[in-house]
């Protein structure tokens, strides 16, 4: 007997890799693979620090009501994605789910070598999704989260 195995993720339905692996399909990000979960969680405190503040600066939403709590962080490596053409290379995308609801993430170039503040899980960075206004973005981030 000779059994197949596919490359699809094996995913249950109702999970959050589930969940997170829909969000990324019907974006129209095709998965190469899943490469599990990670929880994150903050503290006001730190929302001032690296990497907290490079995460928030390419959501859309802001942190207030996940302060001390766990978001689940799916994390895929994806095709089709805007810094597919951009880089040349893979892209690791982490969809953040709080609660059984995606509440944003983060794409990466999935490369050893790079670094930097990441994009949104549209490609965008930090600059584009705070309106091209990111030095007063981090002042107002500063004033409000800071010390």
């Known amino acids: 007997m ?9 995913l249950e339905k109702g999970s959050n890799d589930e969940l997170a692996k829909q969000y990324l399909l019907k974006k129209g990000y095709s998965i190469k693979s899943y ?3 990670h929880v994150y969680s903050f503290t006001r405190e730190e929302l001032v620090d690296m990497p907290h503040i490079s995460i928030w600066a390419i ?14 962080q799916e994390i895929f490596i994806v095709k089709n994605h805007p810094l597919n053409k951009i880089y040349g290379t893979k892209v ?8 059984g609801d995606v509440i944003g993430g983060t794409s990466y170039p999935a490369d050893d070598g790079m670094g930097g503040w990441g994009y949104s899980l549209d490609g965008k960075t930090a600059e584009e999704v705070q ?9 107002e981030w500063n004033k409000k989260y800071g010390q």
């Open 59 to 72: 959501q859309t939403v802001q942190p207030d009501q996940y302060i001390g709590k766990d978001i689940i």
């Open 2 to 10: 000779l059994l197949l195995a596919g490359c699809e993720p094996n």
């Open 35 to 37: 490469k599990g979960s």
């Open 92 to 99: 690791e995308a982490r969809v953040f789910i709080f609660n």
């Open 131 to 139: 309106d091209n206004n990111l030095e007063d973005w981090i002042g």
